[in-house]
């Protein structure tokens, strides 16, 4: 049967910010670019309006990104590109239905690409046709400021700056707000909204629940990889953006009296001035203003200040994946070496203590070759257990996950940061590392399946695959595989054993992570 394409005959919506004509394809409405606010650089978004009928067939202005990208990872993490402009606060909406009364679950995406990067269509995977297909959902993604545009702090210079380092956070709020307010016209519903995201979006979801201004705005979430150790100059530091700025203005030949200058200077020039003088500053421990600040709009991260109280009303779901920064291909083919060969390879890391990471390591994953415990994710997986159990004391529900899954290539290439995505989107037919016939279907189904439970009743687990929440004294955890399940505190050991041997994650030493996000 052929799909269907319908333009003419579909309907304008009308939005508090005006009228928009999107179009109709294989089951689905689809509303591309749809302006959400406005705002000058540097300042607080604001509502927009306009008249007559806005076509909404094209997406929207991706954030300007600080540098040039290169095309890499595209296996691993396929990606798409648009036009870049710092005005970008725009969303697009998938939906099945277009009447007022149908009340389906709302999903807001946030894409990752930490503080500095990404977009709402940047990697192929972020589709939403298939949520509002086959999960009877709305699907939004946003786009939003980002990097300098977004998280520079000028609060120091004028009072109009007081909330810079945080007008990438506002611009999510007035997306949310604007979704609260419109989303009834798509056929969602505005009181059962989810948001989720992965890595930077994982962040941003975390960030949101932080951010008073944002309560009421949803009611679930979802962080995907998002709660990472090793990331230096958290938005909480107690520092304050005047050197960043004031070396920023020296690189520019500008003086303090000349700040406001930094408004209208072209974004390339003032890109490249940043990345000439923010690496010596961050280096020194000095906050350069690239990540979200702590102050009265945003009460700043749960795992330095705690949990805002209304936070506890909102379920979550936290996941990682096996590898997470894990990028770089095998150097070796584990399943043409000798037990002597790999242990070994290990024995380079682990030394002495070798035979007790290994043991430890088994009773984990017990499913996996032992070479496998060389790319085992240190950054965020210890992070989310921690968050999940803060989370829980203060009665908070939390329901953790771990992709664990193998795929076929690169000698059997652990999962890696992305790599849940097209699971959680069910658009693996879309991305080729997911061309595993039955197996990959039937991971998509539990995955898929889980997030649109979530999003209905707040809870991911189902009579089929049950899914408890996380207590202070016990975590259970599915291990979404070939053959998933639930395991209860069953990391904690070899985690230990790494530990004593290897410090701290440190970001900034991370191998292999050049790839496309």
């Known amino acids: ?45 604001q509502p927009i309006h306009w008249e007559g009928v806005k076509d909404a067939t094209n997406y929207g202005f991706v954030c300007p990104l600080l540098r040039q990208e290169t095309p890499n990872g595209e296996l691993m993490v396929p990606h798409r590109y648009w036009l870049q402009d710092e005005h970008c606060q725009s969303l697009n909406i998938w939906t099945n239905q277009l009447e007022k009364g149908a009340k389906k679950p709302v999903l807001v995406w946030i894409h990752g690409g930490g503080y500095e990067a990404g977009s709402s269509i940047e990697q192929v995977a972020f ?26 702090d000028l609060s120091p210079f004028e009072e109009k700056y007081k909330n810079s380092a945080n007008a990438g956070h506002a611009d999510l709020v007035a997306a949310l707000q604007w979704v609260h307010d419109n989303i009834t016209a798509f056929g969602g519903d505005p009181e059962n909204v989810t948001i989720f995201g992965q890595s930077g979006g994982g962040m941003k979801v975390i960030d949101l629940m932080q951010i008073p201004a944002a309560d009421g705005l949803f009611q679930k979430a979802l962080v995907m990889s998002g709660v990472i150790d090793g990331i230096p100059m958290r938005g909480d530091a107690k520092q304050d953006g005047r050197k960043i700025v004031e070396a920023l203005l020296e690189e520019l030949h500008l003086d303090v009296e000349n700040v406001e200058r930094l408004e209208t200077i072209p974004y390339r020039q003032l890109a490249d001035a940043y990345l000439k003088v923010s690496p010596a500053l961050a280096a020194q421990g000095i906050y350069v203003g690239n990540v979200p600040k702590a102050n009265e709009y ?4 749960p ?102 899954f193998e795929f076929p290539f690169h000698h059997g290439k652990t999962a890696w940061h992305c790599s849940d995505i097209p699971f959680f989107f069910g658009n693996t037919d879309l991305v080729e590392f997911c061309g595993i016939p039955e197996v990959a279907e039937k991971l998509e189904d539990e995955i898929f399946g889980a997030l649109l439970h979530f999003a209905r009743a707040g809870e991911p687990g189902n009579e089929i695959l049950p899914w408890p ?28 054993e790494i530990n004593k041997v290897l410090p701290p994650f440190n970001f900034a030493d991370m191998a292999g992570g050049d790839i496309q996000h």
């Open 469 to 496: 929440a996380v207590t202070p004294e016990d975590v259970p955890t599915m291990t979404f595989d070939r053959e998933s399940r639930v395991r209860h505190n069953y990391d904690d050991e070899v985690f230990a």
């Open 1 to 45: 049967m052929s799909k269907v394409f319908r333009y003419d005959e579909v309907p304008a919506v009308e939005t508090t910010s005006g009228a928009v004509q999107g179009y109709f394809y294989d089951g689905v409405y689809i509303f591309k670019g749809i302006p959400y606010a406005w705002a000058e650089r540097f300042q607080m978004p």
């Open 303 to 404: 795992q330095d200040v705690g949990f805002r109280e209304h936070a506890y009303q909102i379920p979550m779901m936290i996941g990682t994946v096996y590898g997470e920064f894990a990028f770089a291909p095998a150097g070796c083919n584990k399943y043409q070496m000798s037990e002597a060969e790999i242990r070994a390879a290990v024995e380079k890391v682990y030394g002495e203590h070798t035979d007790q990471v290994i043991t430890a390591f088994t009773k984990a994953y017990p499913e996996k070759n032992v070479l496998d415990l060389l790319s085992i994710d240190r950054a965020i997986r210890e992070a989310s257990v921690r968050v999940a159990k803060l989370f829980a004391q203060g009665s908070g529900k939390a329901y953790l996950y771990n992709f664990i």
């Open 298 to 301: 945003y009460v700043g991260a």
């Open 127 to 152: 589709d939403g046709k298939n949520i509002a297909e086959r999960g009877d959902a709305v699907l939004v993604s946003v786009n939003h400021r980002l990097n300098i545009l977004g998280y520079l």
